[in-house]
Each structure stands twice: as C-alpha cells, then as structure tokens.
C-alpha cells in the first residue's frame, strides 16, 4: 500500500518557523513530484509548493514563495517543507501530496495532477 505521513504541525506564533515532513512508502519516490498544499478551514485546497521530478524544480505560490522552502532526500523517501515567517493567514490543514513523473508550472498546483495524499497535519498561526 502507499502510504504519505506528514508530520511536523502545531501551534506557532506569528513570525515562528516549522518544517513539515513527509514520509512515503509503497512508491518509486524517485520518479515522484511531491507537492504541500495546504487548506484552510472554509476554503479550497490550495498549492503552496511542488519540487518535481527527476531535476527538482522547485515551484511556489505567491502568497508562500521567500518564505517557504521545500527539499527533498531521495534516500529517505521523504519530502520536507521548511516554513518560516509565519503569518496568521498561513494556518490551516497542510497535505502532502504526491504525483508520477514531471509536473510543471502550469499544472503543479492543480490538485487533480496528484495520486496520492496524506492525511495532512494542522498548523495554527497565533497572534
């Protein structure tokens, strides 16, 4: 079976930082772009950063890009997101998600692109 793990949430307060980790089994990681997207209560699944496969090409939204980093360790299996600066409207449930081959700039956002997701872990942005 595959399997993603997030972990790594929590509660932080404004301008803390958090690294996300996302462990997988069950998948050839190597061949995968793995993306975080992320979900705030009320609203659409949104992409917050993808690093694709096989070159890591690394994509950020907006609204996360000077911010945010994400990495990936082919050895471990795993994909991380470095989170810093964080601001209040950064909270949310964040999902590690993970798809077959090369993702661009033009689709990496897209939820649909993806075949498999985590369970997602929250993060919580005080003030």
């Known amino acids: 079976d595959v399997q993603l793990v997030e972990s790594g949430g929590g509660l932080v307060e404004v301008g803390g930082s958090l690294r996300l980790s996302c462990v997988t089994s069950g998948i050839t990681f190597d061949d995968y772009s793995m993306a975080w997207f992320r979900q705030a209560p009320g609203k659409e699944r949104e992409g917050a950063s993808c690093i694709s496969a096989p070159d890591g090409t690394t994509y950020y939204s907006d609204s996360v890009k000077g911010r945010f980093t994400i990495s990936r360790d082919n050895a471990k299996n795993s994909s991380y997101l470095q989170l810093n600066r964080l601001k209040t409207e950064d909270t949310g449930v964040y999902f590690c998600?993970?798809?077959?081959?090369?993702?661009?700039?033009?689709?990496?956002?897209?939820?649909?692109?993806?075949?498999?997701w985590g369970q997602g872990t929250q993060i919580t942005v005080s003030s």
């Open positions: 998600a993970a798809a077959w081959g090369r993702v661009g700039q033009i689709n990496w956002f897209s939820p649909p692109e993806y075949d498999y």
